[in-house]
């Protein structure tokens, strides 16, 4: 019972970290009705950057806080520059442009930092918390750290001006356009919040995994997974099932198919919704008369 709980209680913490990705890769899909491939290797592009900051004796949370603004200016730049041509192209050419996001970012982070394996420090103490013994604290900080980004996200997108904006520039192009909303510098807004969230995966995971060019291939993977059993088009879907691809992850993994062959339940999954229900949990049915 007690190792149930344990992996229960850890796939909730994975879990966060695959929801704050998640999430991210629902807001692009929102703005462009594509999935962006490169949102792990942004993430891990500023978590390197986050490391830079705290390597050169700035503290953990003014790094926290300086990374966000550096990764929300690299989605803004990211979304004007490679995006914004191809805004009308045929989706193969965008998929295209994603992967080779994707490669560029990589090989340019290995080429300024190596491929070798660097510690990222954990914001929360070592002892545990509140005498819990079946969660470290990092992972319980992960889980509020994921929740309180999405708290933020419900207040901005539901009572802010520029919020109510993004939202109607996302859903509705067209009659956005016509009420003077600048749908162009919304929709690059939404990416540039996309690539804060995803900051956040990187900088929570980075402790877990060690620092690596490579760290968020599979992070991004469940991500993905956790993105279509919530829902592609749904942000609370897709943080709920961030945390039930997590605890599905470790439960499998310890008792079922070992660790060997955990990476392959992101697939499952995947494949696994796509047959029976491609909308998701809390996706939106989308039905066609012919």
Known sequence: MDAFLFQVLA????????ASLALALVMIYQATHHVNFAQGEMAMFTTYIAWSLMDAGLPYWPTFLLTLMVAFLLGVAIERLVIRPVEHAPVLAVVVVFIALL???NSVTGWIYTYTLKPFPSPFPEEPLWGIRYMSPHEIGAIGITL???VALYLFFRFTPLGLAM???AQNPQSARLVGIRVGWMLALGWGLAAGIGAVAGMMVAPIVYLDPNMMGGVLLYAFAAALVG???NPWGAVLGGFLVGVLENLLGAFVIGNELKLSVALVIIVGVLLVRPSGLFGTVHVTRV
């Open 11 to 18: 796939g909730l913490a994975t879990g966060g970290i695959y």
């Open 231 to 233: 829902g592609i088009d």
């Open 103 to 105: 490669v560029i970012l």
């Open 148 to 150: 309180l980004v999405l």
């Open 167 to 169: 939202r109607a520039a």
